[in-house]
């Protein structure tokens, strides 16, 4: 794939996140996708940091529509090649400190199929 194909997805990523459409958002992710983050294992330790499959996404990420309606990622850089994707963004909430966060994108036939988050 090339890179400019997967800063494309990246883009539509932070597009459909940041507008809260979350159906589009899991229309870029495989069946079987797998998320890591330390804000679900913060808010749900049984997880241990992990949730697997678009049924799982779509109930975390509803949640965090939910609970953080001011939410919102502004992107600093996007590195892409062969299968992958580095985000770093700037995690935004109002009320709470500004956060600078790392994701990794693993894409495959146009879909992520692992996404990692990395932050302090």
């Known amino acids: 794939m090339t890179p400019e194909k997967l800063q494309s997805i990246a883009f539509k990523w932070f597009e459909t996140f940041n507008n809260k459409e979350l159906e589009k958002l899991l229309s870029l992710y495989d069946e079987d996708a797998v998320h890591f983050s330390p804000k679900l294992k913060m808010y749900k330790p049984e997880s241990n940091g992990f949730v697997t499959g678009k049924e799982a996404l779509r109930e975390w990420w509803k949640?965090?529509?939910?609970?953080?309606?001011?939410?919102?990622?502004?992107?600093?850089?996007?590195?892409?090649?062969?299968?992958?994707?580095?985000?770093?963004?700037?995690?935004?909430?109002?009320?709470?400190?500004d956060l600078l966060v790392a994701e990794v994108l693993d894409i495959r036939e146009d879909k992520i199929i692992a996404s990692r988050v990395y932050h302090g």
């Open 63 to 97: 949640d965090a529509f939910e609970r953080l309606p001011s939410l919102n990622y502004k992107v600093k850089s996007l590195t892409a090649n062969g299968d992958r994707v580095f985000m770093e963004y700037i995690r935004t909430v109002i009320g709470e400190e």
